[in-house]
């Protein structure tokens, strides 16, 4: 980094890169071939089950024979085996599985339990000692422990004893000064799980008002309790809570979450439209707005092209059926759906992709590409051509795009387009070498000529000679070229 | 067994035991014969602590995947619970236990919490009407689970969401108890460094909680000399970076889980010879990964092209030993021969599964897409036309690449330009909801919450004097013979490991300015030993130092600091412990709300 200015401002300037060396990487794939065939080459001496003798044993499906995993499945799979009874009950796919998501021990992992009756409201009440024995191992045990006959406990010991899994009631503590004497020691001993057990002891004996107005001032706490709420799916509270903060764009986004949950789509359409006059931020406001109006059109569409494939009188959906129900897809996916479908359409229908793009504002480039890839998909040269031609209102028969062609022709490619298709748009690619390399890709054999040609390269000309076909149209262009002496060739 | 915990500068191994100890103990307490009921999720962290040989010493006869419905019979006087606390377990439980009672009657039953108990998840147990039918309820503290010679993981996936998005700070307290448990075995760490929010938060944790220990003085002799503790915020950009170290590429291509991989079978069909080959096998390969196999961990941290070389080097090596069998001649020479078969078959095995792994990467790097994305990635980092929208990001998107990669390079393109100008950030923002989906304006917005993605507000963008002060772009990185940290991502240097490098010589007192410009406080604070602990260092003795990522770390980050530990003049070795080994994708995806349903 000792370079100097002008140095550096060209570097910066610049933005090749030679990191991640790729230029030698064919010296690399040698070296893995290298590495390849030794291994094929040296033949196991011994039978290869015993391959492995001196290192750990593995199943093919790769865990360690005996490791805990492994076990897990092999005893339960001999149990099954032995057992006739059915051991294991056939589990309702609709069971909630559970998440491997998340480790550990949190608040969000806490409460993610249906929720059944009573929010703990008994949560106080003390466990017999008997049923609970503290397993702490001898290293970490303070010696604050030992004063466990003791049963008046200060606000502090409390938590102490709350840390340590151990009973202490706290229903003792009757005062407000008292019970947020609680919440703070608890606050400070930042053990999320006591937190919440004296919120919940909290949110029972005080009334909301006081609550909130506390929580306001104890941030850590506050948090905790908002966590608590949407665990344990106390929607209302939550969202009152959140309108006393004043924080009105929480609590839009958390009433827009519940969509996710609502399978039906005529009432979550209904809720999104409820969801329109909440207090979003300007930008989420016009996105929710654009959410909403989606799903209105994707039903009325949904319910429409549904009745016309059923009817079996419209040809494009005998040729091509629906693959699924466009509900609930992205924009963009339903806009490729609609050109599709509905290419043709009048402006005035929802299911026009030109009354979509006007609706959500969609980019050219966007409604350029995703066109270009539904009518590609159907084969509709004359429709990919139209969109090029169409722009062209200066009267010039030139075709203009606001993609680079080079991508023009990789959507054409993957949509199986024939080599005269391709070859029109490789020829508009500007670069020659980008054009080149294009065409030989796409084997456009007279690109490729035309563009030697046009750079008067006699040898790589006579060398593409022997890449066409023998008595191919193409080679006796290149022969009619070479002998063209009206040609001055630069080599 | 796990001797390769013990090759390093610190035994881990001592941990390991610890807690292979406590398991025992807990068995034990359980007389009888028993069968272990297992949340699905814990096998994976429980193997790196014990194989099934242990649990089978104990009287573990049989053991189930928790399910709702009826346990499976088994012919056994213990049934044992090990669960994390979360409620939704409990109810299963809860059902298991009441459908057992109708037919057996002389089955005790345990419950094992991991890591802690839960009071909120017993009182579940309570309402449910099962609370009495238990004769252990006990919690097995599993903090810091050794997972390499020199790294500890806590594998807490949401730990980074928990801290930066819901302010819950449970992981921090568990982070601060691992630590307390780390220092009963290695003795008090003298110093503590840390940079961040979080890093304040556990080094306050720690403190207090050896206050409350006074009086039991801890009369071991330190192994380790500093701790530093890093939030995961103050380098936002790094996991954000493909990495392309040989395991950084292997956990982003296929994921890493608990030290295994799961790869495409067909490289790795084994024909025999004079055998047709047979059907492929359709199940993935798994594979364990770590130092206990040679190669592995001669070549995870290189860069990887520079596994190639290393990989036909050792291939060169293995086939001349092989060959060495034409020579013995004599009695004595053949048998020394054979009797050093074993570890040459392993070698081989090892050799082949290496070369078939990076196969598939190369295939993989050397594609088109890989190279397009990884130049745009370091436009970014070197801070190129970081504020206009990218014409790649937008052809990406276009082409509906998956959202998590796009998201990726919008937020390191955010993250590199000090926020984003506002009208290009609703121009991506328009862009991906109307291709993916209007519901990912939650996504963004936690996105937003988390500092990844956000509106530039100031125009002073800090970005270029980090990365000037701090040397984060190397120009001339080595790849196959590295003398920077700059090599794990042919270039870049993660701003994390540079804080690190810079901690160790000449001190941080050297970049107050850049520390000041990234957010949360630094801060030194120190532990006071018994006379007669402080170290009499030897000379040319390196000293030790603990890096905790606070919300996780990748693995070109821990290979650099490996580099660093290997580095002659260093004069420090790294033991790197986190909260769990994360990638730009995971990290992304546990930011995601309802990922799964974005996976198109």
């Not at chain 2, 190129?384 to 929208?389: A, E, L």
């Not at chain 2, 001339?476 to 590295?482: I, L, S, T, Y």
Request: aromatic share 10%.
């Amino acid at each position: 980094m000792t370079k100097s200015k002008a140095d550096e401002e060209e570097y910066w300037n610049s933005s090749k890169f030679k990191a991640f060396t790729f230029d030698d990487e064919d010296d690399e794939l040698i070296r893995l071939k290298e590495s390849r065939q030794a291994v094929n080459s040296i033949r196991p001496l011994v039978d290869e089950d015993d391959d492995e003798d001196d290192v750990e044993k593995v199943s093919w499906s790769g865990e360690p024979v005996g490791s805990i995993s492994w076990s897990v499945k092999e005893t339960a799979a001999s149990n099954q085996r032995t057992d006739r009874e059915p051991a294991f009950p056939k589990i309702p796919t609709d069971t909630p599985s559970l998440s491997k998501s998340q480790s550990g021990y949190s608040l969000s992992s806490l409460f993610k339990g249906k929720t059944k009756g009573g929010n703990f409201q008994s949560f106080t009440d003390t466990f017999s000692e008997s049923s609970v024995r503290l397993y702490a191992p001898e290293l970490r045990k303070p010696k604050s422990e030992y004063k466990d006959y003791v049963s008046d406990w200060s606000p502090e010991e409390t938590i102490q004893r709350l840390q340590q899994g151990k009973t202490a009631p706290l229903e003792k503590f009757r005062s407000l000064q008292d019970k947020l004497l609680l919440l703070d020691f608890a606050v400070s001993a930042h053990d999320g799980n006591v937190i919440t057990a004296v919120l919940i002891y909290l949110k029972r004996t005080l009334s909301k008002e006081v609550l909130f107005r506390e929580l306001e001032s104890r941030q850590t706490a506050l948090r905790h309790f908002i966590h608590y709420l949407t665990e344990t799916k106390d929607q209302r509270l939550l969202l009152e809570l959140l309108r006393a903060l004043g924080r009105t764009e929480d609590v839009a986004l958390l009433q827009y979450k519940e969509h996710l949950s609502i399978a039906d789509e005529n009432k979550r359409r209904d809720f999104l439209k409820s969801c329109l006059s909440l207090p979003f931020s300007a930008e989420d406001s016009a996105h929710v707005q654009d959410h909403y109006t989606l799903l209105e059109r994707q039903i009325i569409i949904e319910a429409t092209d549904r009745q016309a494939e059923r009817g079996g009188k419209v040809e494009i959906f005998q040729k091509f059926p629906r693959r699924a129900s466009i509900l609930n897809m992205p924009l963009i996916t339903t806009l490729y759906y609609c050109c599709f479908y509905h290419y043709t359409e009048a402006e005035g229908t929802y299911s026009s992709p030109l009354n979509i793009r006007q609706t959500f504002k969609i980019s050219e480039k966007q409604y350029f590409v995703t066109a270009l890839a539904a009518r590609a998909k159907l084969k509709a040269w004359l429709d990919v051509d139209a969109l090029f031609t169409s722009r062209n209102w200066l009267g010039f028969t030139r075709k203009k795009s606001p993609l680079s062609f080079h991508r023009v022709v990789d959507i054409l490619q993957k949509n199986s387009a024939p080599t005269r298709v391709l070859q029109d748009y490789v020829g508009l690619v500007e670069d020659p070498d980008t054009r080149i390399s294009l065409a030989q890709k796409h084997k456009c054999h007279d690109i490729v000529i035309n563009t030697y040609r046009d750079m008067k390269d006699r040898q790589l000309l006579l060398g593409y000679r022997g890449k066409v076909g023998r008595g191919s149209a193409e080679e006796r262009k290149i022969d009619e070229l070479l002998n063209n002496q009206q040609i001055r060739w630069k080599n | 067994m796990a001797a390769h915990l013990s090759y390093g500068r610190v035994n881990l191994n001592i941990l390991r035991e610890a807690a292979r100890k406590e398991l025992r103990e807990f068995l034990d307490k359980c007389a009888g014969s028993k069968a272990i009921v297992w949340d699905e999720y814990l096998t994976g962290p429980f193997g790196l602590i014990a194989q099934y040989s242990l649990l089978k010493e104990h009287e573990v006869e049989k053991m189930f995947t928790l399910k709702s419905g009826r346990l499976p019979s088994a012919d056994v006087k213990n049934i044992i619970f090990f669960v994390r606390p979360r409620l939704e377990l409990m109810d299963i439980i809860a059902e298991n236990v009441f459908s057992e009672d109708k037919h057996h009657s002389s089955r005790d039953f345990h419950i094992l919490f991991v890591p802690r108990r839960s009071m909120l998840c017993e009182q579940r147990l309570k309402e449910q009407g099962v609370l009495g039918s238990f004769i252990n309820i006990d919690e097995y503290i599993l903090d810091l689970i050794p997972y390499d010679g020199d790294l500890l993981s806590m594998e807490y996936e949401s730990a980074f969401r928990e801290c930066y998005l819901e302010n819950d700070q449970t992981s921090l307290y568990h982070t601060a108890k691992g630590l307390m448990t780390l220092q009963a075995l290695y003795g008090t760490i003298p110093q503590i460094y840390g940079k961040g929010d979080c890093a304040r938060h556990v080094a306050n944790m720690m403190l207090r909680m050896k206050r409350e220990f006074a009086g039991t003085q801890n009369q071991i002799l330190p192994v380790f000399d500093t701790l530093l503790l890093l939030d995961r915020n103050v380098d936002l950009l790094t996991p954000l970076a493909t990495q392309l170290t040989y395991e950084g590429l292997i956990d982003e291509i296929y994921g890493i889980n608990n030290g295994y991989v799961k790869l495409p079978p067909e490289k790795f069909a084994q024909k025999k010879q004079g055998e047709a080959s047979k059907d492929l096998p359709t199940e993935p390969k798994k594979l364990q990964l770590n130092s206990a196999e040679e190669l592995y961990a001669e070549i995870r941290d290189k860069n990887f092209n520079a596994v190639g070389a290393a990989l036909s080097k050792k291939a060169k090596i293995i086939s001349a030993a092989f060959e060495e069998r034409h020579n013995a001649k004599t009695v004595g020479e053949i048998k020394q021969f054979v009797s050093q078969l074993p570890h040459m078959q392993a070698a081989r095995s090892s050799l082949a599964n290496h070369t078939s792994i990076a196969e598939l990467i190369k295939d993989i790097t050397t594609s088109e897409a890989f190279f397009d994305n990884l130049t745009v990635e370091q436009e970014f980092m070197t801070g190129v036309d970081t504020d206009k929208v990218n014409t790649y990001i937008e052809d990406c998107i276009a082409q509906k690449d998956p959202l998590i990669k796009i998201l990726r390079l919008v937020c390191m393109q955010s993250v590199c330009n000090n926020g984003l100008k506002q009208k290009v950030l609703d121009y991506y923002k328009r862009e991906i909801l109307q291709t993916y989906g209007y519901e990912h304006i939650l996504t963004l917005n936690n996105l937003e919450k988390g500092g990844l993605l956000k509106p530039q507000t100031s125009s002073r963008n800090n970005y270029p004097t980090i990365r000037k002060t701090l040397k984060l772009w190397m120009e001339d990185a080595n790849e196959q013979n590295p003398n920077d940290i700059s090599y794990v991502y042919s270039g870049y240097a993660p701003l994390s490991i540079r804080l690190t490098q810079v901690l160790a010589r000449p001190g941080w007192r050297s970049i107050e300015e850049v520390l000041k410009m990234l957010p949360g406080p630094h801060f030194e604070e120190r532990q006071q030993l018994p006379s007669g602990l402080h170290k009499k260092r030897q000379q040319g003795e390196n000293r030790t130092t603990l890096v905790f990522f606070l919300g996780g770390v990748t693995y070109a980050e821990i290979a650099a600091l490996r580099f660093l530990s290997q580095m002659e003049d260093s004069g420090m070795e790294y033991i790197i412990a986190t909260t769990k080994l994360v990638n730009g994708t995971t990290w992304i995806k546990s930011l995601m709300d309802r990922p799964e349903s974005q996976m198109t």
